[in-house]
């Protein structure tokens, strides 16, 4: 028996073979990180991801000019405030305030050369390349300089605290198709799902993304009181206040006798 497609169901049938024929003209990124689990335990100072992968080209041909890759992790997304103080009679006070609905937990960002050495200011935006294109999503600000000032203000102290990192001109890439980049995951980040992005770029153009996901929890000591924490808060809350008390009086204890 001979076997036939009738002509109305043609259309339908040959898109996906085209989209597939259409990827394969494209390059592909295929990446991995050296750990997909962080556990966060009482001793723990920070981690040292290393993202890497490879480039495959259509007929394994490499284009003449050489591609760049950029590497983003990223955290959980939080809603958070930022005050502003205010020296008033010598004493500080709040002043101003301002809600981001969608500010990144950490960001951390490397990339071959300087972002504005691969990408213009729009594609910067569209794939937020850099800590100065995040879309953090502001609920409560109409002023641009003021709301600069507060976005300015949060990059600043995440800065500090080690939670938002930049490292340009860092992704080594060998022979134009095995890329390697290391970046540092910091003590104080929050238990949560991690994205690992690689962008593969071409004559400023993202021709390729792939995403790894990264798990960061607690585990041991931490994890249990944790547990406790959220299914059993009375106890924990009583618990609590006896360590805090049989704490205080050791130490009231302890000082009389010296």
Same mark, same amino acid.
């Given at each position: 028996?001979?076997w ?16 597939l024929?259409?990827?394969a ?9 050296? !750990? ?17 992968? =490879? ?17 983003v992790?990223k955290?959980p ?7 502003e ?8 006070v709040? =002043? ?14 490397a ?12 594609? =910067? ?8 294109k $995040?879309q $953090? ?13 507060? !976005? ?8 500090r ?17 095995l ?8 003590a ?13 770029? !071409? ?21 249990f009181?944790?547990?406790?924490a ?7 809350? $009583?618990? =609590? ?15 009389r006798?010296?």
């Amino acid at each position: 028996m001979r076997w036939r497609i009738p002509p109305r169901l043609l259309p339908a049938t040959l898109l996906p073979a085209a989209l597939l024929l259409g990827a394969a003209d494209e390059p592909q990124l295929v990446p991995d990180v050296s !750990q997909r689990e962080v556990e966060i335990q009482y001793s723990f100072t920070g981690a040292d991801l290393l993202l890497f992968g =490879a480039i495959v080209y259509p007929d394994g041909r490499k284009p003449d000019k050489p591609a760049d890759i950029v590497v983003v992790l990223k955290g959980p997304e939080q809603s958070i405030v930022m005050r502003e103080k205010q020296k008033v009679a010598g004493i500080w006070v709040n =002043a101003d305030t301002a809600r981001f609905r969608s500010a990144p937990s950490f960001y951390a960002m490397a990339s071959s050369r300087p972002i504005d050495k691969i990408v213009d200011e729009r594609t =910067a935006a569209i794939y937020e390349l850099g800590v100065d294109k $995040l879309q $953090l999503s502001p609920s409560s600000l109409n002023d641009s300089a003021e709301l600069s000032r507060f !976005q300015e203000g949060l990059v600043d102290l995440r800065n500090r605290n080690g939670l938002f990192v930049e490292r340009p001109g860092t992704v080594e890439i060998t022979d134009g198709v095995l890329y390697r980049a290391r970046l540092p995951l910091s003590a104080r980040v929050i238990v949560g799902d991690y994205t690992a992005e690689t962008f593969l770029v !071409q004559n400023g153009r993202v021709v390729a993304a792939a995403v790894r996901d990264i798990t960061v929890r607690k585990s041991g000591f931490e994890q249990f009181m944790a547990s406790a924490a959220e299914n059993w808060p009375f106890a924990y809350g $009583l618990v =609590a206040m006896a360590l805090a008390v049989g704490m205080g009086w050791a130490a009231g204890a302890i000082a009389r006798r010296i």
